[in-house]
């Protein structure tokens, strides 16, 4: 999708907000009077009212040069938020993406964050992940190719826009990672692709199965065990910050390629869906794209673990029991549990690396995240008061909400083994994310700020109504953690 800022509304379609008022629909500037008459006519026919989400069509009229017209909706106007733009846009683009259209300029944006926001937003709506559908017909094939956002201030647009395009890259990346099929995208060709970042000039280190047996990370190890790929453990640095030298914040993200349950299987139908499994190192790695893109003023480390978890003659056992780099031993009793084990292994490696003054691990760790907080929020559990604020704020601007739960010595007991230092899960329909979350904590030091997030519901969605997402795949993360780091990480 091509996005422009212009001052003149040139395209096949061109669109108009409008809001909500107190006495009816409260029409944006730039549209005549004919133009007024016309809409207002055909909302009378319906239930338009110039709320969020909703649009009016109108084809070939005489007043304009547009073979379409559009009014689109963005509710009260005292109440709409960078996301309400964002989502004006998107629903006109999602309305007119195979339509025959080729061209849309939306009008009425009040000023240039506005003119950015709308942009963002369309761009986000016309992704796509099409690459494998080689026989699409014709008419279900994309036809929008242009938006223009108008607005008098082109060249502020611009550049307002400049950091939300390279967030929207981040989220793109996400996207295709997560949609990848898994005989395509498993820890070795997901390594490489991490390697070729190189080139947007963030640093990269690529631990492979032989370095990480030298660290000991057996906890990590045994997940891969099953796999006829190696497991690696990918590291992407952007040292923005004026002082190089200072302490980083750690984004971690849990990277299963795919995940069967390993011995534990899981029940097949469904199964397909754990090509997402590696949602949270997308949301990583898309973050850190978004950050070099940007050239952001801040140190900021992202680490993934990758493995796919296989049953096989050389699959680790319910009953084993392994040693993590920690120095601490795990009992196997569930194979299943695998997102935890290999994030004990990055978590110990990015505190000893890198002492960061803050670490955010991203993980579609339990389905009993679902069963807590549906598709709608991520969870999120911190030993840090502040940052846990520092995230909310960050995820309610961006449209990804983060809910907390607690913590404490009560669900911990929960992961005590008789025979090692801990079990891989807890009581079974007992508090499972939380549980889950307390091993991870095992795993963090005392007095480090930490922040879990647990995105099994989020990472992608079974069919819903966000006009700037896709079906499936959303991308979640990396749109909350590019503005943690702006808003607050950045000199
Ligand atoms: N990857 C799954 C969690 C998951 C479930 C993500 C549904 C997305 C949608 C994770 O590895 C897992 O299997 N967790 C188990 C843990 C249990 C064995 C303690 C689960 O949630 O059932
Ligand atoms: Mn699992
Ligand atoms: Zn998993």
Known sequence: MQIKFSAEPTGDAVAYLAYEGDKGIDFGSGLEAAGEASFRRAASAGTFKGGAGQIIEILAPEWSDAVRVLLVGVGKKSAVNENGWQKAAAGL?????????????????????????????????????????LTLKPEKKPTLGTVSVVTDSAAGA???????????????????????????????????????????????????????????????????????????????????????????????????T?????????????????????????????????????????NVVGLVGLVENMPDGNAQRPGDI??????????????????????????????KKFNPKAMVDLATLTGAIIISLGNEHAGVFSNNDDLVAKLTAAGKAEGEPVWRLPLGPGYDKQ?????????????????????????????????????HLDIAGTAWRPGHDNPLEPTWATGWGVRILDRLVADNYED
């Open 158 to 256: 611009r550049s307002d826009y400049a950091p939300l395009a390279a967030r929207a890259e981040g989220v793109e990346l996400a996207r295709d990672l997560v949609s990848e099929p898994p005989n395509v995208l498993h820890p070795e060709s997901y390594a490489d692709r991490i390697s070729e970042l190189a080139d947007l000039g963030l640093e990269i280190e690529v631990l492979d199965v032989a370095a990480m047996t030298k660290l000991g990370m057996g906890s990590l190890l045994g997940v891969g065990q099953g796999s006829v790929r190696g497991s690696r453990l990918c590291v992407m640095k952007w040292m923005g910050a004026k002082d190089k030298k200072a302490p980083p914040l750690a984004l971690v993200g849990k990277g299963v």
């Open 415 to 451: 992961i005590d083994s008789d025979v090692a230092d801990m079990k891989n899960i807890g009581a079974a329909g007992n508090a499972g994310s939380i549980t889950a979350a307390q091993f991870l904590q095992r795993f963090v030091d005392d007095g480090r700020a930490w922040a």
């Open 93 to 133: 683009v999602k309305r007119l993406l195979v339509s025959g259209a080729k061209s849309l300029a939306i009008v009425g944006a009040p000023d240039r964050s506005v003119a950015a926001n709308l942009a963002f937003g369309a761009r986000l709506a016309a992704y796509r992940f099409d690459q494998y559908r």
């Open 322 to 351: 392994v040693r993590a780099a920690a120095g601490k031993t795990i009992e196997i009793q569930n194979t299943d549990a695998e997102g935890r084990l290999v994030l004990a292994d990055v978590l110990w490696y990015a505190q």
């Open 258 to 298: 795919f995940d069967t349950g390993g011995i534990s299987l899981k029940p097949g139908p469904g199964m397909q869906d754990m090509k997402g499994d590696m949602g949270g190192s997308a949301a990583v790695v898309g973050t850190m794209v978004a950050l070099a893109k940007r050239k952001a003023k801040a």
